[in-house]
Structures are given as C-alpha cells and as structure tokens.
C-alpha cells in the first residue's frame, strides 16, 4: 500500500519547515548555540564553534532539499543523519543523568531541557521523513491538493511548536506540583 502524494507532501514541506526554521533560529544566535554544543560534553571545545555553524547550514540544505522532489531522496537522507545525531546527544546526555541542559534548539525551543520527550519528538520527525520517501501513488495534483498541502504543512508545524512548548512546560509544571 502507498500513501497518496498530498501526505507526502504534507510530511516533507513540514519537515523542511522544521528544519528551516530551526536552522534561523540557531544562525541568529550562534553564540548560544555554541554554548549548548559545549554544554553538551560530547566534542573537543575547539570543534564546538565549526560544528555551530555546520549543523545549521546542513538543516537548511536537508530542507531545501526535502522541499524539492528530485533530491527528496538526499534531503531525506541529510535529515535522518541529523536526526540520529542530535538524538543520539540528547540520549547520550540523559544516559548520563544531564537533565539540565538546554536543548541548543534554538528559539523557543530553546527553553526545554533535554528529556526524553525529545527523543520521542525526533523519532516521530524521522518517521515523518521515512513516510515521504515511500512510492507514492501517483496522480495529478489539483489546486485543493495543493491548497491541502499548505494547511496541512502549517497545522503539522503548529503541532510541532505546540508539543515543543508543552515539552519545555514539563518541568514548571513539577516544580508546581512538588512546592504545594
């Protein structure tokens, strides 16, 4: 069985949304990105300041890259890679018991410590990915299906930013219940 190429479509553009955005928000603040990478304990202090420029210049070749059909297969690959690399820091932490590290995601999504909500998130993201690299039944898109694959795209990013938020609201809302 495939999925019709609208949810495909859906998948991808809200992925390289993701993706987008989130490299702007890191390339806005480089420093603080830079600081929750050294936060993070996993590479040499002197890779930190290469590797917060690197990551978001390669989120935002993976998102051109989804959005585009003849280098889907690229841009999916890029973001799997991503994925599993940001997820695997974020576990390797928690391992760890380092709770109280922020994200380094940038923007609001800065405000979460890692958990492993996190790592849930990203394993629905990288299904997401792996949904649009399917064979898609073919057909010819209409402008409904094109009007579907823009609300769809911007409800799926309003999902996204709103578990991010309930994410970083986790922990007030313990330290809520532990102080009455």
């Known amino acids: 069985m495939s999925l019709d190429i609208v949810l495909i479509e859906i998948c991808?553009?809200?992925?390289?949304?993701?993706?987008?955005?989130?490299?702007w928000q890191?390339?806005?603040?480089?420093?603080?990105?830079?600081?929750?990478?050294e936060?993070?304990?996993?590479?040499?202090?002197?890779?930190?300041?290469?590797l917060a420029w690197s990551l978001p210049l390669l989120e935002i070749c993976a998102a051109i890259c989804l959005a585009i059909s003849a280098t889907r297969e690229?841009?999916?690959?890029?973001?799997?890679?991503?994925?599993?690399?940001?997820?695997?820091?974020?576990?390797i932490n928690l391992l760890r018991g380092h709770t109280d590290i922020g994200c380094g995601?940038?923007?609001l999504e800065d405000e979460q410590t890692l958990s492993w909500a996190l790592v849930?998130?990203?394993?629905?993201?990288?299904?997401?990915?792996?949904?649009?690299?399917?064979?898609?039944?073919?057909?010819?898109l209409n402008g409904l299906d094109y009007f579907t694959i823009t609300a769809g795209s911007l409800c799926c990013y309003g999902?996204?930013?709103?578990?991010?938020q309930l994410i970083a609201n986790q922990?007030?809302?313990?330290?809520?219940?532990?102080?009455?």
Do not use: W
């Open 12 to 23: 991808m553009a809200s992925i390289a949304i993701i993706f987008l955005l989130g490299a």
């Open 26 to 37: 890191k390339l806005r603040d480089v420093m603080a990105f830079e600081i929750a990478l």
């Open 39 to 50: 936060a993070y304990e996993l590479v040499p202090p002197q890779l930190t300041k290469v």
């Open 74 to 91: 690229l841009g999916a690959a890029l973001a799997l890679v991503l994925l599993t690399i940001v997820t695997g820091a974020v576990a």
């Open 105 to 107: 995601c940038g923007g």
């Open 120 to 140: 849930g998130r990203n394993v629905i993201i990288s299904v997401g990915v792996l949904a649009g690299l399917s064979n898609p039944a073919t057909r010819a």
């Open 159 to 164: 999902l996204y930013v709103l578990s991010n």
């Open 171 to 180: 922990p007030r809302l313990i330290s809520l219940r532990a102080n009455q």
